[in-house]
């Protein structure tokens, strides 16, 4: 669309004499440029604009109403000064969408993001789930922080979880699910290299001291395990990890549990 209308005013500028005003379409193209293009777009399109207008008005200087250099020097101004009210508008709209948008799908403490965003991700933005699995993921005894040393220190010890878990993950996605629990997706070759991976957190966590404000805070973790079935719903999903991490907490906790279908139905204990 933008192109069309911009062709348009080009070819009638070029061919209509310039007392038609054809030209005077074109400060309106860099609002639209902003507006359908965004702020990169908005640049490149607003600068070539500007480019090929002046050469083509430039060649008519010889008519009216272009024979004063003032008039042409107004019309230069006025076009750089819309440009740059489009350009400050779309940054700062940007900007307060971009926020806006963490606030709707990140968890305000950790930055991970939250069941909203776990929705989106699951439903719209993953296309292949054939070998994605879940770690359904519960700090042990996590209410002892909170009881011992306040909410303070429990929030801080979070925040660390959280960066701790995207850096032993590594590629995939990581969301705070509850007040201690956190669900993670991530895609591997098979189901051995899943739970490698969810032994290498637990075992992480096991031997990891958090230092929050001094204190020497450490903690244990629990972890369920699914693998996606294409009958699976997100809810089904997240209801099978759910079953194992209640086995993990149930048989002593600081365990990763995951029951996989094989030829025999039998349930695989880490740790």
């Given at each position: ?91 700062s709209r940007s900007h307060f969408s971009k926020r806006l948008k963490n606030l709707a799908l990140l968890d305000p403490l950790t930055g991970a993001g939250n069941r909203l965003s776990m929705n989106h991700y699951f439903e719209v933005e993953l296309k292949d789930k054939s070998q994605l699995y879940l770690f359904l993921l519960d700090l042990d005894f996590f ?129």
């Amino acid at each position: 669309m933008c192109a069309l209308v911009t062709l348009i005013i080009i070819i009638g500028t070029s061919l209509a004499t310039p007392s038609n005003g054809v030209f005077i379409w074109s400060f309106a193209l860099p609002i639209l440029y902003y507006l359908l293009l965004g702020k990169q777009y908005g640049v490149i399109f607003s600068a070539n604009l500007l480019v090929i207008q002046v050469f083509i008005l430039g060649s008519k200087s010889t008519h009216a109403p272009f024979e004063t250099f003032n008039l042409s020097l107004n019309l230069i101004c006025a076009y750089f000064s819309i440009w740059a009210i489009s350009h400050v508008f779309e940054g700062s709209r940007s900007h307060f969408s971009k926020r806006l948008k963490n606030l709707a799908l990140l968890d305000p403490l950790t930055g991970a993001g939250n069941r909203l965003s776990m929705n989106h991700y699951f439903e719209v933005e993953l296309k292949d789930k054939s070998q994605l699995y879940l770690f359904l993921l519960d700090l042990d005894f996590f209410k002892q922080v909170n009881d011992e040393h306040g909410h303070g220190v429990g929030d801080q010890v979070l925040i660390e979880v959280a960066t701790l878990l995207r850096v032993v993950l590594g590629r995939g996605y990581v969301f705070r699910v509850g007040g201690e629990e956190f669900a993670l997706f991530s895609s591997f070759a098979n189901e051995e290299a899943a739970l490698n991976t969810a032994e290498q957190i637990r075992a992480r966590f096991e031997n990891t001291t958090f230092d929050i404000d001094g204190l020497a805070i450490n903690v244990t973790t629990s972890i369920g395990v699914a693998k996606f079935k294409s009958t699976n719903s997100l809810e089904s999903f997240v209801n099978e990890a759910d079953k194992q991490l209640y086995k993990a907490k149930q048989f002593g906790r600081n365990k990763v549990y995951c029951k996989f279908k094989k030829e025999h139905d039998d349930e695989t204990v880490v740790a």
